[in-house]
């Protein structure tokens, strides 16, 4: 691992032939359950007689339909003025208009440093213009003249209004022709910085939201071990004196990131400016892809991350050769405001109200509206649907239903590569109790299937690429998950759910104030709690003893290192301590690293590095999700006291860490798994 990493996170699943020890990972952050009604409002008094309209000038453009008003940059395609209701201007003013509301990717030539790439238009052009709806578009094509200074890139920047509608959409198109310069993207997204003083109270849940600190807030404040997170040392609030501020403890799952934003809480008439995603088919690395939100940067910032290497590291950078041709359409997303005059006692009026357009705008997916040929309606899609069912002959010997099965279509690979694509499109769905699953609105094109089910270790693909045609309605039938099995359990630790959430999860050091919100959240988003290991264990590692710990008390939820002075860290060795009997010296059983000798010079098993996503620091309960299977010969064990020793190698600094999923260990087998 390089320097400046910061952390690692790793799942792992550990097998023993015979026996087997299995360690997966992932998380389940709800970050936008559900209740409330829909916000009544009175904006009929807004909307003008002849609906949407336009006005084009030589250095700006303004959308308007009565409700929000809209300028940008002309032919740049830049946010620079929001308005809703009659409102000032929503966007942070004491910026300048290059750094209020904008797309931006980061990229690199292969080896080089990284650049910032606001992906400005050089021309700019009426789609359509009439009075239900004005679609806009900034294009900018690449040329090898620009060198460096910009990605290379064909740009389609649109903007669409529609009647009646109190928000507006963003989608873009990127393109890449054959021929052209290698690079990497390592991010791409969509940034909002709202007034600073208007703005200061975010929501993402119903549980996950909270007053927020100022900008001015973190630099009269701490920088702690990396530069997002900050002790808050003399806030303009003093209920956050204490406290930390870091953008990352606001991360969401994929799956879960379906709308956030900020509530201009102390205002007469609060409003609301909300970030809705109404799809995932666009963002990179599948359902459990974590990213930011919203977080208090220069402004309010809100964001709509589509492309990142967060919690997962460079293998979701997009890397392109020379030779690759590749076109994406990124979005449409929706901008949406609201307001309400009790929303100062009652923000949650607000946030109500933004989760009911929140689905509003899902079940409309895909839109009829934009007018780019390369974003395809419903009746250029097709579906696929079927039954799940897992066969694990240890559970039951005949096969039973995919409850709550993640099912999705990704581009073609291995099982498990979806977690790692970035340049296609993916389409998951959660199955019903019975493991029935339909996915529609798909993409045409060719797709594996994959699947992974809740407490079960290991992940489905289907033995067959599935091609998807326009209109066509694809049922399969026999969809059976064999998960990984040698043989039957004879212990278990942990869940096996992808997350490290079910662990011993400490309080933040008392040094630190308790990162607060609405209500009781998931613990782990704290900071610092790597380092209360060595506040638990001083001196001795984990020693966890099947029968009598409990991995809900005694498995701590990441392996890491231990300080033993400024800058020097240590590895440490944890130990699972079993008893057998009638040990089969001729079978084969399965685990992983060292077996009944800690000072063996070449351990049984070694994963090697992985990870490489900084999921700990980053206030993360996992990233990616590895499985091994390691198989072990009955002569490595022996009657009685048997013991597993863990270790996490790596020691050069606080974030060399690894977070276990779910750990078993099974009897004798004829085989070893592969």
Known sequence: MGKGEVGRWQKLIVWCLG????????????????????????????????????????????MNNGIVSLNLTN????????????????????????????WDVTWNKPGGKDNLDKLLGTSYKVIVQNIDQIEISFISTWDVKVGNAKAPLNVDKRFVMLRDSPGFYMYTVLERLKGWPAFDIQEGRIVFKLQENKFHFMAMSDKRQRIMPMPSDRETGSVLEYREAVLLTNP????????????YLYSCDNKDNKVHGWISINDPVPIGVWMITPSNEFRTGGPLKQDLTSHVGIGAAMLSMFISTHYAGEDLALKFQSDEYWKKVFGPVYVYFNSHVRGKKHPSLLWNDAKQRMLKETTSWPYNFPLSKDFLKSNQRGAVSGQLLVHDWFINKNPLAGASAYVGLAPPGAARSWQT???GYQFWRQADPKGNFVINNVVPGTYSLFAWVPGTIGDYKHASDI?????????????????????????????????????????????????QYKNTVDKFRQYGLWARYKDLYPNNDLVYTIGRSDYRKDWFFAHVTRKVGTGVFESTTWQIKFDLKNVNKGAPYTLQVRFNDPNLVVPDFRTGQIGKDNAVARHGIHGLYYLYSICITGSRLVNGSNTIFLTQARNTGPFREIMYDYLRFEGPSPTCPR
């Open 19 to 62: 026996m087997e020890l299995a360690l997966p990972f992932f998380s389940l952050i709800n970050c936008s359950p559900l209740h409330g009604r829909a916000l009544e409002e009175n904006i009929q008094g807004f909307l003008p007689a002849n609906g949407v309209q336009l006005l084009q000038q030589k250095q700006q453009v303004v």
């Open 75 to 102: 032919p740049g395609g830049l946010v620079t003025d929001i308005r809703y209701k009659g409102s000032d201007n929503l966007l942070e003013t004491q910026n300048g208009e290059d750094n209020r509301g904008y």
């Open 236 to 247: 303009t609030n003093p209920t956050l004196k204490g406290e930390v501020d870091d953008k």
């Open 421 to 423: 694509e970035s340049k």
């Open 467 to 515: 091609t998807i045609k326009p209109g066509s309605n694809i049922k399969l039938r026999n969809v059976v998950f064999e998960p990984p099995r040698a043989g039957p359990t004879l212990w278990e630790i942990g869940i096996a759910d992808r997350t490290a959430a079910e662990f011993f999860i400490p309080d933040p050091s008392p040094s630190i104030k308790i990162h």
